[in-house]
């Protein structure tokens, strides 16, 4: 059994770093070099799908150069498939000197990503019809993400990645009704509003409110009444697109 470890370790290393091994002889060239080709094509097409923004950003030349970085260097935790995209963006949060990437580059892939994560994330949206009242308790769905970057990931493209300057951004990303994926830019309340709902799951809404209203200066509320009608109608709206639940009291 060692012995067979050992001989797919050494087949496993042929194939994901050919060029360490130009003169090949372990296996018939030919056939060795098949194995290669299809498994860098494989691995780089599921990327460049998963990818598309920040694949065309880089260029081809930069862009085959990183995946078969990615190939020879990281170690997957998982062997499935369908976890590839996630194990890229790990692999881009580490540190690599001579990549050059663009400083946008992890958090564009992140973005990316999470598209997929939850597009196959178990579960569906819970439809509900209704006004949120204060009693109601509430909580995040578990087909929605929180998403904080440091540049607006959700605008850059080939033509303007050059412009792109460092901007705080906060984007919400669910799954609605129609199982369709979602991304929303919200505002500092709405994503401060979304992030307690996720940090207390039950909270009443009354509390949420209060809670909120601890967050900001009070020389910032100008009316209260107000400000409560905002947070009640900014939390009625992500009620309606499915991403805030409730359980209202017997």
């Known amino acids: ?6 001989l797919q370790r ?7 770093t050919p060029e360490q091994y130009p003169q090949d002889t372990w296996v018939e060239p030919r056939r060795m070099k098949i194995y290669q080709e299809l498994f860098y094509n494989n691995i780089k097409s599921f990327l460049d799908n998963g990818f598309p923004v920040l694949s065309q950003c880089l260029g081809e030349g930069k862009w085959s150069a990183l995946v078969r970085d990615f190939i020879r260097e990281h170690h997957c935790e998982s062997p499935h498939f369908i976890h590839i995209a996630g194990e890229f963006v790990t692999y881009l949060a ?4 001579g990549n050059e990437l663009p400083e946008y580059a992890t958090e564009l892939a992140h973005y990316e990503w999470q598209e997929l994560e939850i597009s196959v994330r178990k579960g569906e949206a819970h439809i509900e019809l209704g006004t949120l009242q204060l009693s109601d308790s509430v909580w995040l769905s578990p087909l929605a993400n929180l998403l904080q970057y440091t540049y607006p990931v959700h605008v850059i493209s080939p033509e303007n990645q050059a ?3 460092p901007q705080q951004t906060q984007i919400l990303i669910f799954r609605d009704e129609s199982d369709e994926v979602q991304f ?7 994503m401060l509003l979304l992030h307690l709902i996720h940090q207390s799951p039950g909270i009443q809404l009354s509390q949420l409110i209060e809670q909120v209203q601890g967050y900001v200066d009070s020389d910032a509320i100008a009316d209260r009444a107000l400000f409560e009608q905002q947070c009640i109608e900014a939390v009625q709206g992500f009620f309606t697109q499915t991403v805030i639940q409730r359980i209202r009291p017997q």
């Open 94 to 97: 580490e540190s690599h000197d």
């Open 184 to 190: 929303v830019v919200v505002s500092p309340l709405s």
């Open 163 to 165: 412009d792109i300057q």
């Open 1 to 6: 059994m060692a012995e067979l470890f050992k």
């Open 10 to 16: 050494e087949f496993s290393q042929r194939i994901r």
